[in-house]
């Protein structure tokens, strides 16, 4: 009976030992996912505040890149390409790929802080403006906006304003499709109407200026996804019901093909543009001689 009585004692005891220390180590293994989860999200915080501090020390050196003028003495360099090919050297709209990209290295290397048009308006209306200012635009929406022009932007971290003839997208590898509008939207630039049919509105009636400007905007929205409210006069020809029927229509500002420095007294519906052909690195380097 005593022998047995031991054994029983034993095994109690031998029961406890390995439910204590099983107890032990599940208490153990708590407290270290306990301090886990501390340390992950100390260092989440860590983090968080570090990315909150580059955010805070990269808007500041953007803003370093601004003053404030009068409106009237604010200039932007709106230039005006069209095709990046060199396909036809007799042809001036076509600016070699290796051409765009000197003169976009340039730009980059020089400081000048690239504007979409909506920044161009914002200039105008309030005097604040990059100290060394230009909006890059393309007219038409030709495939190789993409294949060349874009692919070069992007290696500089700079952004432009397409300009699009909506009736020709996904017509034909021509020119810009849908889906590569979309991947450019997505990649900072702007996507905006050269109208639906690029005629000239001059030749046509008001109705028919509106027809052309709201397809544009349809089509823009429904394949893109955007709202476009900036327009590009085709052959850049216009008038003032033509600039009568953008306003009316929500269009915020409009660009010619007048050659020139834009400003504020050129009024928003009559933007001149700098036209861009090819020519040498110092050519260029020319235009932004007042910056």
Known sequence: MKKLISIVISVVIIVLIVFGGYKYLNKKSEVTNLNDAQNEETNAEEETVIDEVEENDKDKINEDNYITLNIEDVKVPILMYHSISAADPNNSLLVPPEMFREQVKYLKEAGFTPMLLEDVVEAFSTGHVPKKPVAITFDDGYADNYS???????????????????????????????????????????????????????????????????????????????????????VGRYDEETMEVAEEMGVKAAVTTEGGIATASDGLYSLKRVRMSPMNIETFKSIFSDF
């Open 148 to 234: 060349e022009g874009y692919k070069i932007l992007k290696e500089f971290d700079m952004k432009a304003t397409f300009f699009i003839i909506t009736d020709n997208t996904d017509a034909d590898g021509y020119y810009l499709s849908s889906a590569q509008l979309k991947e450019m939207k997505k990649g900072g630039m702007g996507i905006e109407s050269h109208t639906s049919r690029h005629i000239e509105f001059p030749n046509i009636s008001r109705e028919d200026k509106k027809a052309i400007i709201q397809e544009a905007i349809d089509t823009l929205k429904e394949k893109v996804g955007v709202d476009s409210k900036f327009l590009c006069y085709p």
